[in-house]
């Protein structure tokens, strides 16, 4: 009897995931893989776009027609569990295994006076193409004032990347000669910045910020907006002004992944080792995911955990029909880099699920690592790209 896995979301876990199962699985089992538009955004090239490396096409993900699977355009709206079916505004799929990829949406509506005042001009975000677009067109424009970049919510993707986008905007500025009278701050809730990767990364990561002259303001909760007074006020009442704001939004699971019932907050927990979830036949991977570490922390959303989690799960779906496979066991191996201008980037690298905590080292800057970032963008996009 023929088996039919579903794969929700064709971001890069998604991805990886439907085309793992398409090796692992014999030719009568169907692999179909869900996604609204399969016109996505590699991001990790975000950044990169705000500091003007890269134009919208040069980051585009646009999958080629996968062999053997049948890619199914679709907004997905629900998932019962017990009735092994998925509602699209396009239809139902039934299923005999599911890899639920879904990843985080932003939800700036959360912020009071957030969303207005990205409207009115002065505070913008990086975690979109048009916003990370947008954010180079203005600081072109920048010439004097405070900048603040805010983490206005956590988890959120990628726990380096706004202080890597100060560096950034720092770096850009100086390139236009005008770094020496614009202030540049970051706020967050948490200690230190990459406060998963342990006190020494975070203090090492505050320290090449104040080396390129970036304030950094730990334990600052975001409580709203003041528009009018282009304030920040925080929920221990104290506030900040600005002249421009990047604001990483608060981050939400989709509805459909809500709709499951399996976590409190909407975020769906895992085995951290083989990503299944409480559901027998059920997977949950990337950002969609909650994997908590040894030390109660959950492990960082990003796109080269999604990628791994997508191999374990795949090789659990293949184990779960009575197929030979490898053996489902996620390393919690990962790693990022900070760009830090010049050339440059820093690279943290550690083993997430060691007890008692991750052990992570973070790099100095070379050119090396920024090359490797580099190739690692180009191997991503040649792989999914038609």
């Not at 039919?4 to 692999?31: I, N």
């Not at 509602?87 to 957030?114: C, E, F, H, K």
């Not at 184990?319 to 440059?344: I, K, L, M, N, Q």
């Amino acid at each position: 009897m023929a088996n039919t896995v579903v794969v929700l979301g064709a971001g890069v876990g998604g991805l990886t995931a439907a085309t793992r199962l398409r090796e692992l699985l014999p030719e009568r089992d169907r692999v179909v893989l869900v996604d609204r538009s399969f016109d996505g955004v590699l991001g990790l090239s975000l950044l990169w776009v705000m500091r003007g490396w890269r134009d919208a096409e040069e980051v585009r993900v646009k999958p080629r027609e996968l062999p053997g699977i049948d890619m199914r355009l679709g907004h997905v709206e629900s998932i019962d569990l017990k009735a092994r079916a998925v509602l699209t505004d396009r239809g139902v799929l039934t299923y005999d295994a599911l890899v639920i990829a879904l990843g985080a949406q932003l939800a700036p509506s959360r912020i009071p006076n957030l969303t207005t005042a990205a409207d009115a001009g002065v505070a913008g975000e990086f975690y979109t193409l048009s916003g990370a677009a947008h954010l180079r067109n203005r600081f072109l424009d920048v010439d004097t004032g405070r900048v603040a970049v805010l983490v206005a919510g956590v988890p959120f993707k990628c726990p380096a990347a706004p202080f890597e986008g100060a560096l950034l905007i720092a770096d850009l500025l100086r390139e236009r000669g005008v770094r020496d009278a614009v202030t540049i701050d970051t706020f967050t809730p948490d200690p230190l910045p990459m406060a998963v990767a342990g006190p020494d990364v975070g203090k090492a990561l505050v320290a090449m910020m104040e080396e390129h002259g970036i304030g950094f303001h730990p334990g600052r909760t975001i409580d709203r907006i003041d528009l009018a007074g282009r304030r920040m006020l925080f929920s221990d009442e104290s506030d900040e002004p600005f002249d421009f704001l990047v604001a990483v939004p608060p981050h939400r699971p989709a509805a459909a992944v809500v709709s499951t019932g399996l976590g409190p907050n909407g975020w769906i927990p895992v085995d951290a080792r083989t990503l299944a979830t409480a559901v027998p036949a059920v997977w949950a991977i990337g950002d969609t995911a909650a994997v908590t570490l040894p030390n109660g922390k959950p492990l960082p959303k990003a796109a080269v955990f999604a990628e791994a989690e997508a191999e374990v799960a795949a090789a659990g779906v293949a184990r779960h029909f009575g197929y030979d496979g490898p053996e489902p066991w996620f390393s919690g191996a990962g790693s990022c880099y900070v760009e830090v201008g010049g050339g440059r980037a820093a690279k943290g690298a550690g083993m997430f699920l060691d007890p008692p905590a991750p052990a992570v080292v973070l790099h100095e800057p070379s050119p090396e690592f920024h090359e490797e970032k580099r190739q690692q963008e180009r191997d991503w996009l040649a792989r999914w790209n038609a």
